[in-house]
């Protein structure tokens, strides 16, 4: 079995869903049978702001998408990642450009390289987790 990197540590997942605000949810769209949909509703459930980035620059769960990162005219907190592993590393790269403070990579987005360079832009780094099973996992007595 291999280990998760020790970017994904539950003190980093803990950090990240407390610590955080704005989430931006690259891959998020209005198409309702996608992962992304029901994670965003989630992390909005939990407090956070959900903001769309895709390529059509959707309006989902009421909040404007933004068709790239670099649109986004405020400070975003958490990039959370819904491409494929190969597609990963460039967000990733990205987030880092903004100034954000956390990347997430959803389960089965795994790209080592791109985690080592969000660690080294001093970034938090979660991947092949889900906030959604994390924030499920902490039951309702934390905030």
Request: proline share 3%; net charge negative; hydrophobic share 45%.
């Given at each position: 079995?291999?280990t998760?990197?020790?970017?994904?540590?539950?003190a980093?997942?803990?950090?990240v869903?407390?610590?955080?605000?704005?989430?931006?949810?690259?891959?998020?769209s209005?198409?309702?049978?996608?992962?992304?949909?029901?994670?965003?509703?989630?992390?909005?459930?939990?407090?956070?702001?959900?903001?769309?980035?895709?390529?059509s620059?959707?309006?989902?769960?009421?909040e404007?998408?933004y068709?790239?990162l670099?649109?986004?005219?405020?400070?975003?907190?958490?990039?959370d990642?819904f491409?494929?592993?190969?597609?990963?590393g460039?967000?990733?790269?990205?987030?880092v450009?903004?100034g954000?403070?956390?990347?997430?990579?959803?389960?089965?987005v795994?790209?080592?390289?791109?985690?080592?360079?969000?660690?080294?832009?001093g970034?938090?780094?979660?991947?092949?987790?889900?906030?959604?099973?994390?924030l499920?996992?902490?039951?309702?007595?934390?905030?």
């Amino acid at each position: 079995m291999t280990t998760k990197s020790d970017t994904s540590t539950d003190a980093v997942v803990d950090r990240v869903l407390d610590d955080t605000t704005t989430w931006a949810v690259v891959g998020l769209s209005s198409n309702t049978e996608r992962a992304a949909y029901g994670v965003a509703r989630t992390l909005q459930q939990a407090g956070k702001r959900v903001v769309p980035v895709h390529p059509s620059a959707e309006t989902v769960h009421g909040e404007q998408g933004y068709a790239t990162l670099a649109d986004i005219p405020f400070p975003v907190d958490v990039v959370d990642v819904f491409v494929r592993s190969e597609l990963a590393g460039d967000v990733a790269d990205q987030a880092v450009d903004i100034g954000a403070r956390a990347v997430w990579f959803q389960l089965d987005v795994i790209d080592e390289d791109a985690a080592a360079r969000v660690r080294a832009a001093g970034l938090d780094m979660v991947m092949d987790r889900c906030p959604a099973i994390e924030l499920g996992r902490r039951g309702q007595g934390r905030s």
